[in-house]
Nanobody, 116 residues
Framework: QVQLVESGGGKVQPGGSLKLTCTSP????????MAWFRQEGGQAREFVAS????????SYASFVKGRFTISRDKAKNAVYLEMNSLEPGDTGVYYC?????????WGQGTQVSVSS
């Protein structure tokens, strides 16, 4: 069974940067379009960014405003989310999933906290 594991979260000050990684131990992400989502507290999980199978097409939520970059490395079976100019509103748990997302692929996520 394919599992998705997110890592790279942490606590940073406003304006800081983080790079999140999504891997699939024992499985493969290479055949799937992928996406990142985030959830803060009791709010609904929201879309952040997506990437096509080839990596040639990407899409971002409007709140990203050019600050985040999604990418993938098929050789490493990984999907990344590079986040710059982080704001307190970016705080939350970040998840990766196939796109469109499916219930069985939601992992534990990785916590991102942005505060001074």
């Amino acid at each position: 069974q394919v599992q998705l594991v997110e890592s790279g979260g942490g606590k940073v000050q406003p304006g800081g940067s983080l790079k999140l990684t999504c891997t699939s131990p024992g499985g493969t992400l290479t055949a799937n379009p992928m996406a990142w989502f985030r959830q803060e507290g009791g709010q609904a999980r929201e879309f952040v960014a997506s990437i096509s199978v080839s990596g040639a097409k990407t899409s971002y939520a409007s709140f990203v405003k050019g600050r985040f970059t999604i990418s993938r490395d098929k050789a490493k079976n990984a999907v990344y989310l590079e986040m710059n100019s982080l704001e307190p509103g970016d705080t939350g748990v970040y998840y990766c999933n196939v796109n469109p997302p499916t219930t069985r692929y939601w992992g534990q996520g990785t916590q991102v906290s942005v505060s001074s």
